[in-house]
């Protein structure tokens, strides 16, 4: 059963990088399907940021496509998440994620706080 | 990109109430692509349906999904006090609709 747990600073400052890594555990990251990241502003509803085949293959929601990208380092067994130029609406919860099939998030993050503020 | 609207909003209900929620999409999407989440809060969301009408691991008979094309129904036959939360559908792994809270009336 995998296993996922997402890493990085917690306080970002507005214009910088915002840089999140997801340990996975109990499963090859390379045997795919695909992985990805949520975020979820404090009191709001979900929202998709991007997904990544093991391969590299990358898929990412239109509104945050010129800001985000994602990596996956096979031999760490970790995906990665970087988001540019933020802003104060960039505070969330993020979450890793499985996506299984392509289709649906089977295993999540336990979540991470990350807010923007100088 | 396929925008979900999910109504309503809250639902208000009882423990032992059926509860049915909706999602519709913006244009035709395949069943395959349309799963359900319930979250709660403090907690990381977590997988209902797939497949618009396949359960997944360790979900109770009482929850069912069912539609096709731009309409799809979350229903949950007789509400325990543990369903109360938010749930979402999502489409191909990527968009979500806005949320339909079920809180205790």
């Known amino acids: 059963q995998a296993q996922l747990q997402e890493s990085g600073p917690g306080l970002v400052k507005p214009s910088e990088t915002l840089s999140l890594t997801c340990t996975v555990s109990?499963?090859?990251?390379?045997?795919?399907?695909?992985w990805g990241w949520i975020r979820q502003p404090p009191g709001r509803g979900l929202e998709w940021i991007g997904n990544i085949h093991h391969s590299g293959t990358t898929y990412y929601n239109p509104s945050l496509k010129s800001r985000v990208t994602m990596s996956v380092d096979t031999s760490k067994n970790q995906f990665s998440l970087r988001l540019s130029s933020v802003i104060a609406a960039d505070t969330a919860v993020y979450y890793c994620?499985?996506?299984?099939?392509?289709?649906?998030?089977?295993?999540w993050g336990q979540g991470t706080l990350v807010t923007v503020s100088s | 990109e396929i925008v979900l609207t999910q109504s309503p909003g809250t639902l208000s209900l009882s423990p032992g109430e059926r509860a049915t929620l909706s999602c519709r999409a913006s244009q035709s999407l395949s069943s395959t692509h349309l799963a359900w989440y319930q979250q709660k809060p403090g907690q990381a969301p977590r997988l209902l349906m797939y497949g618009a009408s396949s359960r997944a691991t360790g979900i109770p008979d009482r929850f069912g999904g069912s539609g096709s094309g731009t309409d799809f129904t979350l229903t949950i036959s007789r509400l325990e006090p543990e369903d109360f939360a938010v749930y979402y559908c999502q489409e191909h792994g990527s968009s979500f609709g806005q949320g339909t809270k079920v809180e205790i009336k």
């Open positions: 994620a499985r996506v299984a099939g392509g289709t649906n998030v089977d295993y």
């Open positions: 109990g499963y090859s990251i390379s045997s795919g399907p695909y």
